[in-house]
C-alpha cells in the first residue's frame, strides 16, 4: 500500500469519505493542513502521493520529498506548483481539468448577461430607490445580437463561452497564440491579435492560464486601448491576470463599462478593505463560485482521486499530467 496525504486545509467530509472508499485496500489516506512549504516539507515525508488544493509546491518542497511520487490537483489552475521543478525530481504533477468547464462557462455568460442587461442597476432602482422604470437605463443596454465578445485563451472553457454567447446572436472572437485558425473555424470564431481584442470587443472574457507571461497581462496599456470601445470585462479564470490597480482606474475613469469578477489577486481578499465592493451596481463581484455546483464538487473529488488510483496501477495515459511523467518514480 502506498500514502496518501490530503494537504488542503478545505478538505471536508466528502472529500475525506471519497478518498477513503475508493482508495481502500490500496492506499492509507491522512488529512494533514499543509498551507506552507514548511508545513510540506515536515508532513509529507513519508507521502507517495498528495491530494492538494492551492498549496505551494515549490522547488525546495520537491528537493526535501524523496518519496513523493504524485501531487493531484483538485483545481484546474495549478500556477501555485512548479511542475518543472516536480519534473526535474521525478515527481509528476497532474490538474483536473474537466469537472467544472460547463459551471465556469455558465457563470461566465451569465455575468455578460446581468451587465449588459443592467440587471443589479434595475434591482437596486426598484428595491433600493422605489423607481420602476424601463428606461432609467437609458442609453446603456445594446441589443446582444450587436455586440461582440472577446475571448482571451481559447481552451475548453472559453470555447463553451463561446457557443452561449453564439446562441445570443453575439459575435465572438478569440485571442490564443497556441491556437490555429483551422481549429477555431470549428466553433465559428476568428482568431484576432490582442489590441484587436481590446479594439473590437463589446465584452471580454479572461482565460487564459495564469504563468509569467500572462501575469498582469491586462494592465494599464490594455485598459488604454480599451477606451475607446469601453466593454465589460469578465474574469472568471485566475486573478493575477489582471493589475487590479490598473483595473480599479479603469472602472473610476469610465474606460470601461463595468467588470464581473469572481477572482482576485488574493484568494480571500479583505472585503472591509477591497476597493472594488465600493463601486456601483456596474461591477458584479462574486466569491470565486464560477466553478461551483453540487455536481460539480462531488465530480472533482471523485476525479482528483481516479487521477491517483490510475497513475499508480500504471494507467498514467489517463491522468492529466502536467509535466509529462506518467509513471512513479523508484
Known sequence: MYKVIVTTEYADDQLMNLAKEMLAGKAEVELIA???????????????ATLSGYEL?????????????????????????DVDAAKKYGIAVCNNPTYCVNEVADHTAALMLALNRRLLNYNTAIKVNHVWSATAEKG??????????????????????????????????????????????????????????YEQSDMISLHAL??????????????????????YLVNCGRGGLIDEEALLDALQTGKLMGAGLDVFTTEYPDLTTCPFVKLGDNVI???HAAFFS????????????????????????KVP????IRTPRA
Request: with cysteine.
Open 34 to 48: 499543509c498551507p506552507t512549504e514548511e508545513d510540506l516539507i515536515e508532513k509529507c515525508q513519508d507521502a507517495d
Open 57 to 81: 509546491f515549490t522547488d525546495k518542497v520537491f528537493a526535501a520529498l524523496p518519496k513523493l511520487k504524485l501531487v493531484s490537483i483538485l483545481s484546474i489552475g495549478y500556477n501555485f506548483a
Open 140 to 197: 446603456n443596454i445594446k441589443r446582444m445580437n450587436t455586440q461582440t465578445v472577446g475571448l482571451v485563451g481559447f481552451g475548453n472553457i472559453a470555447r463553451r463561452v463561446a457557443a452561449r454567447m453564439q446562441a445570443c446572436g453575439c459575435k465572438v472572437i478569440a485571442y490564443d497564440p497556441y491556437i490555429k485558425q483551422e481549429f477555431a473555424d470549428q466553433f465559428n470564431v476568428q482568431l484576432v491579435t490582442l489590441d484587436e481584442i
Open 210 to 231: 495564469l504563468n509569467k507571461e500572462t501575469e498582469k497581462l491586462i494592465n494599464k496599456e490594455a485598459f488604454e486601448k480599451m477606451a475607446a470601445k469601453k466593454p
Open 285 to 287: 463581484i462574486t466569491p
Open 294 to 317: 453540487d455536481h460539480a464538487s462531488y465530480e472533482q473529488k471523485v476525479l482528483a482521486v481516479q487521477h491517483i488510483i490510475d497513475f499508480f496501477e500504471n494507467n498514467g495515459d
Open 321 to 324: 499530467v502536467l509535466n509529462g
